[in-house]
Structure formats: structure tokens, C-alpha cells
């Protein structure tokens, strides 16, 4: 791009802080500006230097090139139309949610639909808040890039280079509809399972010197996303039920066939069984020497 952007990062956590860490990182932003209804978090971004300036979005409005909303998504149906009510045609506005159909819905009718980007890119942690935010979080990872057709051809090219260049990620293209049912699979049934095995290990082991003992990696890894934010995931599934209770009817399914083949003393149909699970190994691998 010939000039650089002035970005604003609604909702300075974990995600808005990363972005505005590798915005920053990379040059693509001349300046970036925090906006948060958190007094702590503006501090806090101030302090780390995760943003120049922090403001409401209104005042915003009046120095801003491209909001990057990155909020839960009921803020984000409410906040997003009132921005573009007010968007000048140069600037522009994207989110970062990790569901789309409510926004879709919440935006599909509205007159500046055009200068709206859905987007998603796919990198976090099981951490929150500003002091969440890491550098780098997202570069090599994937970001999706929802409705392109419904946005104008001048603010795809914008965002595209906002991810590839700003903050050195690949893109995908679906529609908000398919995202959703994607992401149900890939990342919330991952979030919900964990959330469960951490409850049912604190249910039946009510010794925690022995969970701290014999707790090994392997069950560190499966349970570190039950330390992520209860109030952002219990949204995210209310918002993506439909698709989130398909996926667990099949994952319980899935477990009742184990469970089944146990009772059986069918041994070698189960180990059949896990070995079809290892295939996952070779489609990760494969992602990863792309």
C-alpha cells in the first residue's frame, strides 16, 4: 500500500492487542488507537504500548481509516451499525468474531454494508485482557475472510493487505454460513470438551495435590483451553448452537461407540478405531509444511 493506516482496535484484549501489536511490529499503521469501555484495559494498553492514544469511538470517528472491532459478538451486532451509520466512504470497519451468521444477519440490509469486512483470523490463546496480547500471535496462521462479494472491491484489497502484509497471515474465503458450521468442528467442539474434561476431573478427583502430581503434558494440553474466558465461550456456543449441538450429538456418539466396544471386550475393533484418529496427524502435518 502507498500510505499507511491510522487503525483503530475496538476492545483492546487478547485478539485486539495482537493485532495492534503486529500492526505496529510490521509499520503498516501509522497510529493506533484504543477504544474500551474497560478503564483498567485502557491503562493497561497505554502501559504496554499496545496502543499511541486511546478514545471513545465517536471521537475516533473524526481521525480514523479502519476500525477493527474485536468484541464479543453480541457487542458487535450492536456497536458495527452505529459505526457505519456514521463512516465517511473512505473508512472503513472489519470484526474479528468467531462466529458470523449473527453479524451477517445484523448487517446483510444496511446501506454502507460495502465498507464492512467479516473476518477471522484463527490464532489465540486460552489468556484474556491486554496483557494477553502477544507478538506475533498471528503471523503464518490463517485468517478467513467471510462474504467477500458483499464487500466493496477497494476494502477487500485494504484488509487483505491489512493480513498479509500487516500482520504476515493466509487467507481463505468462505461464507458466514460455512464458517460457522467449520468452526463449530475445528475450535468450539475443541473448547467444550475441554471445559468438560476439566469439570469431570474436578468432580471425581477431589484431591488437587494428586491432580498437581499426575497431571502430565498430555493432559495439560487437553484441558488448557478450559482456562479460557467462560463469558466469551458460553457466547460463542449460544451463538453458534445449531452448529455446536450437531457437532456433539456426533462426539457423543463417537464416545458411546468406545464406551460400547469396552463393554464388549471388543479390544481390536477399538484400536481400529483409534487408528482412523491418527489420520489427523497427517492432515495437521501436511498444514504445517505448507
Known sequence: MESKQKVGVIGIGLIGGSIALGLRE????SEIIGIDTNPEHQSKALSLRLVDRVMTWE???????IFVTSTPVDVLVSIIPKILDQLKPHQLIIEVGSTKSPVFEALKNHPKRAQFVSTHPMAGTEFSGPEAAVLGLFKNKTCVICDKELSSATAI????DLYTHGLQMQLIYMDSIGHD???AYISHISHICSFALANTVLEKEKDEKRIFELASTGFESTVRLAKSSPETWSQIFHQNQENLLDVLDEYINTL???KGLM?????DKLKDELSK????GRILNNKKGL
Open 26 to 29: 510490521s509499520g503498516w499503521a
Open 59 to 65: 471521537n475516533a470517528l473524526h481521525e480514523v481509516d
Open 157 to 160: 484489497e485494504i484488509i487483505e
Open 181 to 183: 458450521v467449520h468452526t
Open 256 to 258: 458411546l461407540k468406545y
Open 263 to 267: 463393554l464388549a471386550g471388543s479390544y
Open 277 to 280: 484418529a491418527n489420520d489427523i
